[in-house]
């Protein structure tokens, strides 16, 4: 029985992106194991009956020691498990597990890269220095002879080729990780004051300041509304926003703060419009899962943001970082609840013709089967 292992980060990410396409691989005869950093989401992997294996690895962290440290253990975990095929899942796993699996003969590797991450959204001359050194372990990572990298978009795929000189036929593209079209079933908007939400990270660069300036805006302008934070604030990423940030929102009265909901479909039938401001995306999820419940959206025009809709038929797109014509496309679509319904109508029409995880699933084990057809 071949042995798949996945490595990720973030055990709640593997739940939430990668949980069918392993439970599918199982199915399919591997022997599945999970590496991740142990948190309250570790024993949901392990009654889900996979091989779990601790990995100290933090997601943003740059400290030297702890680094090479999570590096090593990589290899002594592969080591350790002798597995046929890698999956590893964004940035840190595909740099250092791909560097760690040339290291050790590692037969077969998928690098999965949701998007680019904050480094290259930041300008300067230290972004840039570290924008060439993660280019050269780009190189590295993806230099193994067996390898697919997948992306979620054209902008991304091109970027990382042109880094890591990644030839084409190495490259896959899957937009997202798919929506369970079950779990996330249209429903007719509500009636009654409409509820806007921006489902995220609380994270700077998910446009969480120019919603809120936009929320303020539209409220001085006398559009009757509820306007709604959903996610919480991820100290790990230097991009995060604070409790204190929000408190202070709160008791301006510009928005409301659902926090972390598990129940994300029931939010989404209460709400009239999804809105996510980002400033890079690889897929987002959010979007796709927005227009699966038949919410019209407006997001951003860039990368990963506009992959993830249909303009002007499913959502409106927008300038990143520009609160005034935020303001302006989120009022446009309240006033007209025709246009809303259209645009969600239209939305699960899209959800259904490329978001379904089953043929995302079916799409990664294709990738599995071609690669473990060269071992």
Known sequence: MPKLLFVLND?????????????AARAAGFDVHVA??????????RAHGFAWHPLPMTRSGTRLFPEIAAFWRLIRLFHKIKPDLLHLVTIKPVLYGGIAARLTRVPAVVAAVPGLGFVFSRQGFKASLIRFLVGLLYRMALGHPNLRAIFQNTDNAQCIARLAVLPAEKI????????????????????????????ARMLKDKGILEFVEAARRLRQNGCEARFALVGEPDPGNPASLTEANIDEWLAEGVVEYFGYRSDMPEVLKMSSLVVLPSYHEGMPRALME??????????????????????NVTGLLVPPRDAAALAEAIGALLDDRERLQAMGK??????????????????????????????
């Open 11 to 23: 055990a709640g990410y593997f739940l939430s992106h990668r949980l069918q396409i392993a439970q």
């Open 346 to 375: 239209a939305g699960r029409a899209l959800a259904e013709e490329a978001f379904d995880v089953r043929e995302v699933v079916r799409q990664h084990l294709e990738i599995y089967r071609s690669l473990m057809e060269r071992v």
């Open 172 to 199: 896959c593209l899957i937009r997202g990780a798919g929506v369970d079209l079950a779990d996330y079933a249209a429903s007719p908007l509500p009636d009654g004051m409409p509820l806007v939400i921006l489902p």
């Open 36 to 45: 991740t950093p142990e948190s309250d989401k570790t024993k949901v992997i």
């Open 290 to 311: 927005a227009q699966a419940c038949g919410r019209a959206v407006v997001t951003t025009d860039v990368p990963g943001c506009r992959d993830a809709i249909t303009p």
